[in-house]
């Protein structure tokens, strides 16, 4: 473990300003930590790096920068100032608390208008890193992480501060490595929001008032915890429980989404047909959902996709089974040692976006829940799903659609274009042959339940399609017997196979003390 004095570079390289722990690549310059180089070195230069931007971040730094381009004081001038802007009083102001994936380092997010969720999630700052100073190790309070939704763009913009050697607080606009954790597995081009655990019980987080804790209270470092500084930003005049952030957090998921989805109305562009099919195929947020204190009830989402069972419902196929619940049980843990807690599950943004396609009739419900339906016992991290986008976006950039281009009519949207995309990517390379993944008559879709099993991969490799036609009822009906039959030993089964592969590709994953990937 590296000595104490390297904990404080080590949390600022690991963290984003995001409502999660994360941890990102290294600089390639060795003496260049992310965002310490990159700060602008004059009001000048701060100003000419804000042109364009007009969220309430960019409005507050116009105000208060100095000379220098620089912020006088630590986090509480910046909370001070921003509540100003966005005209939110400070008893609105909420501080809540995650332990990052680097030594458990607690990050501190603070929101105003926290009563708000809609209001809340136009700022969030996160106060991310740990200093060594006088008094000891403590939060550092002028390493900070900002973003601010610009309304006029329709995007998040992301900010950074840094203390220099004048004490005072250097100024990074849009720094780039936020996008190691907020771009998320495909790496997306733009921030969104991230929570890493979206429900309860938070496992991670400080669930307080309101829930009892889990790993947070058992791996909270004890100096820290009592430092000045983290006393301050964790008050019980300001501190907040997980469960009054997340409606905060999935508010902001909103704006990313809806702003997103207003694509298909622009003219066609594959690119952007391309990234309006992608959540469909391929995960682009992963999110962890814990056991609740033991007691054997997990979200539903461990098991089936929860987007799955919204098409299914659409089709008919779904009503009160056990599966269409939030929640299922199995048996409780034996010790508080065996909880199951950490699950990997698919991304609440890239849910939200799929669902965007299909409300808004882009795509229909059959359509959505047949490539659901393709490895649905592995709602996250299905190579085949991933696979079929990948190897369908290469054909299309080698000119697969060009001749259905030229036959769009004139005006045509990225809404007349998805459908196209959607059909080509819908191919399965079997043996060298392209194959249409369309289910025959009189079935809905082409259900494979696990496409890694040998006789389904040896049939999906032989185009062996009829294998797996089932109709919406049927699925439903396999779904069932597949959750009845689901018990603690194959939730930490999958537990152990996904967190393994999310330590190995994801910034964003929590540190795991029980398994040995």
């Given amino acids: 473990m590296p000595a104490p004095r390297h904990l404080a570079a080590l949390a600022l390289a690991a963290s984003c300003a995001a409502a999660a722990g994360c941890h990102a690549a290294p600089p390639e310059l060795p003496d260049c930590l992310l965002d310490q180089c990159e700060a602008e070195e004059s009001l000048e230069e701060l100003l000419a790096a804000l042109e364009g931007n007009?969220?309430?971040?960019?409005?507050?730094?116009?105000?208060?920068?100095?000379?220098?381009?620089?912020?006088?004081?630590?986090?509480?001038?910046?909370?001070?100032?921003?509540?100003?802007v966005l005209g939110c009083s400070p008893d609105s102001e909420r501080s809540f608390v995650v332990l990052s994936n680097h030594f458990f380092i607690p990050k501190t997010i603070f929101t105003r208008c926290a009563d708000d969720p809609q209001a809340a999630s136009r700022f969030f700052m996160a106060i991310p890193a740990v200093r060594d100073g006088e008094a000891g190790r403590d939060v550092d309070p002028q390493t900070l992480h900002l973003s601010a939704w610009d309304e006029a763009a329709g995007t998040y913009r992301t900010y950074s501060t840094r203390r220099n050697q004048s004490g005072e607080m250097a100024v990074n606009v849009s720094p780039s490595f936020c996008m190691g954790c907020h771009g998320g597995p495909q790496q997306l081009r733009y921030?969104?929001?991230?929570?890493?655990?979206?429900?309860n019980p938070w496992s991670g987080w400080n669930a307080e008032p309101g829930f009892r804790s889990q790993l947070f209270d058992e791996?909270?470092?004890?100096?820290?915890?009592?430092?000045?500084?983290?006393?301050?930003?964790?008050s019980e005049e300001v501190l907040d429980s997980a469960s009054n952030l997340e409606p905060i957090v999935r508010a902001g998921i909103d704006r990313v989404s809806g702003v997103r989805a207003l694509g298909r109305n622009r003219a066609a562009d594959l690119d952007e047909a391309l990234a309006l099919v992608r959540p469909l195929f391929c995960d682009e947020t992963v999110n962890f959902v814990s056991e609740a204190h033991g007691g054997g009830e997990v979200?539903?989402?461990?098991?089936?996709?929860?987007?799955?069972?919204?098409?299914?419902?659409?089709?008919g196929?779904?009503?009160?089974?056990?599966?269409t619940r939030d929640t299922l049980r199995v048996a409780a843990a034996a010790s508080m040692w065996e909880e199951l807690t950490l699950i990997p599950v698919r991304g609440e943004s890239t849910i939200k976006a799929e669902l965007a396609l299909v409300s808004r009739g882009v795509l229909t419900a059959q359509q959505a829940a047949r490539v659901r339906a393709l490895d649905w016992t592995r709602p996250v991290q299905s190579e085949l799903r991933c696979g079929l986008f990948r190897q369908g976006r290469d054909r299309i950039d080698?000119?697969?659609?060009?001749?259905?281009?030229?036959?769009?009519?004139?005006?045509?949207?990225?809404?007349?274009l998805v459908p196209l995309v959607y059909d080509e990517v819908m191919r399965l390379d079997a043996g060298g042959e392209l194959v249409d993944l369309v289910p025959p008559a009189g079935a809905d879709l082409l259900a494979v339940a696990d496409a890694l099993d040998p006789e389904d991969y040896d049939a999906l490799q032989r185009g062996d399609l009829a294998r797996f036609a089932r109709t919406a009822n049927e699925l439903a009906g396999d779904i069932d017997a597949h959750v009845e039959a689901i018990d603690r030993a194959a939730l930490r089964g999958m537990r152990q196979t996904r967190a393994c592969r999310a330590i190995a590709e994801l910034p964003i994953t929590p540190l795991y003390l029980d398994l040995d990937c």
Avoid: C, K
């Fill in 54 to 84: 007009q969220d309430p971040v960019a409005d507050f730094l116009r105000a208060a920068a100095t000379e220098r381009g620089t912020l006088v004081g630590d986090y509480r001038a910046v909370l001070d100032g921003m509540g100003e």
């Fill in 191 to 199: 921030w969104q929001p991230l929570m890493n655990e979206m429900t």
């Fill in 219 to 234: 791996l909270l470092d004890p100096d820290l915890a009592d430092a000045p500084v983290y006393r301050e930003i964790t």
């Fill in 299 to 315: 979200r539903t989402s461990a098991v089936i996709d929860t987007a799955l069972v919204t098409h299914l419902r659409a089709l």
């Fill in 317 to 323: 196929a779904a009503g009160d089974q056990t599966w």
């Fill in 398 to 416: 080698l000119g697969a659609l060009d001749a259905a281009l030229e036959s769009l009519p004139e005006g045509a949207s990225n809404a007349d």
